[in-house]
DNA sequence: CATGAATGAGATTTCATTCAT
DNA sequence: AATGAATGAAATCTCATTCAT
């Protein structure tokens, strides 16, 4: 039972430092040597528990698909909370982005890029189409807006520009509400 | 059959090639091996020609650069030209892929994200500035409709969102003109 | 048998083929590949355990430092221990060559005089400086006298001069104790 | 005729230069790369030249037995001459160095021991054993001399001993003849 | 089961050298 | 004869991964 424990917190463990290093260094750029040597584990742990790097990858990266949204509340208030949750929330344990971003630092490999649009789509997409709700072309209004809010993350903090990368939710808020209203043909509260 | 001792020919052809791997398959993911193979030539020439493999990387990228659109039009057509450029084009030397999209692949390596900024700003940012002319807050109205573009782009080609891999520029045409005039507040021609 | 997979022992022989090795080829020479086929192991294991080729040159002529004698007899036999030493005594991990001979070899890099210098030192000159107790120029003498025995031995095996190469022991004897003499003002035991 | 003249000038200059990279850097560290840099010719040059970057070597360093000795003037001078020559004087050519010492630091090679003990023998033993005339071990004398002065060299740039590194030739003359009578068993003018 | 010794493939890079022109 | 483009072999080193214990 101790055993059990042990064998599930070292999981764990090693689940918890490889997103950080997968999110800040991306794939390629993070050892399995690095991962076990922050646990402080042996390498060979990881291929007993994931069976190889790309088992951790996926594995780590498939945990991040849960906190996406909490589809409770109002529809209109969902543009708000999402960019607060990709834009201006720190994910401390993904290097400080969101996850969706910090994937995109690994989309070389063909793997990563299905893993990527699998979230994007289940998490991101099914839940704002029902603000679009009306409009003929539901699904790309819905694309489109995902798209703002991927191309502000990505700005601020994967290029750093220079406007962005120090704008505060109160700078956003009115564009926010213009943007949406523009794509969704209704308004949106913002604050 | 004239240049097979050809310098110029053989870097520019090396250049070529690499530019296509590293597109589609990132820094790390290309070696250099690879792309000598591609162009038929030992892979010690990379080296002769361009020093290193970050320095073939440079010099590849660098090209991007320049296809930039000058702005000899008027403003007012900048947003349909760009978008025409970042999302429609198919640069076929990056794996389909603008150069700007491909070269995030690669952007976990601190100095690509510097090379990135650079890029983004310098050909980007400093030629839709004009277009927010007058607003207070210009430099975020610029920097969001970018993100706008950029997020657009990914989604289509780098995550491949269904709608959006699909859409025609007839279908993105209204959308530009609504979120363009919510970003600027001026109308912006689209045709 | 017992010890296939031993840490320790592997170690061990490792070091020991370097020795030779360095010591024959000169650090240039040797190839960390030639090493560990030596051993009968894969080269990827002496970085593991040396971590450069630099540090398993380190560590195998550190072991070099401890074999000088110890003075615990009286200082008028150390010039006759020290010639057999450096000069008669066959370093069969070596090369058969005093290592400080050996290491010669290798002094083309900057990094490697100083470790040559400091063993030099340390090793010899400190211990024979007290021969020249009460000349004036005590240190000078020590160093003279330092610059003989290793010419004898540079002749002898890296230069390979006819007469030299052939002497025993005898043979230099007397001549050991005239210019011991010369340069210390003091008879010295040879026998 | 201008041609034959810039071919020789090229040659004496190639090997000129590469006299110096040998000396300073060994055989190892020296590039044929380097070496053509320094002249400001194509590295194919030297190949046309001398055959191989072994050709280059031993020709840039066949040069050195010329200027080894003159010997005119009485045998007991030579002593004194030779320490000059080998100890003071400076090489600039041979980067500071005498070049058997210089050549000591490429000695890890098979050959160039060969080319070094040719050398020894013909350019030194040969002219001292005059000195030792009338002894019954007189080669062994000769040599044992020699080792004194190599010994010394090497102690002075090649270790960088501290006493050694800083003395002068006034410094060592008192030294000289004792040693020098000690070994020959005649005076001998160090003047 | 877990540990750590060991492996093998592959990456970047350097260098002496040869082949066309 | 000379230039410079091109080559091939080898070197150091990293990493994911497997095999004994």
Known sequence: ???????????AKLLECSRLRFARDGYDGTSVRDVAGDVGVDPALVFRYFGSKSGLFTEAMAGSSEPVILPDGPVEE???KLMRQL?????????GEHPLIAMLRSAGHEDMKDRLRQQVCEGYLDVLSDL???NEDKN???E???AWLLGIGILRTAVGTPTLAKATEDDLRPHLATVAEALFGREVPVD
Not at 1 to 11: G, I, L, N, P, Q
């Open 87 to 95: 834009v201006f929330e720190d994910w401390a344990e993904y290097a």
């Open 132 to 134: 679009a709700e009306g």
């Open 78 to 80: 969902l543009p708000a």
């Open 140 to 142: 790309l209004r819905t």
């Open 144 to 146: 489109l807006f995902a």
């Open 1 to 11: 039972m101790a055993h059990k424990r042990d064998r599930e917190a070292t999981r």
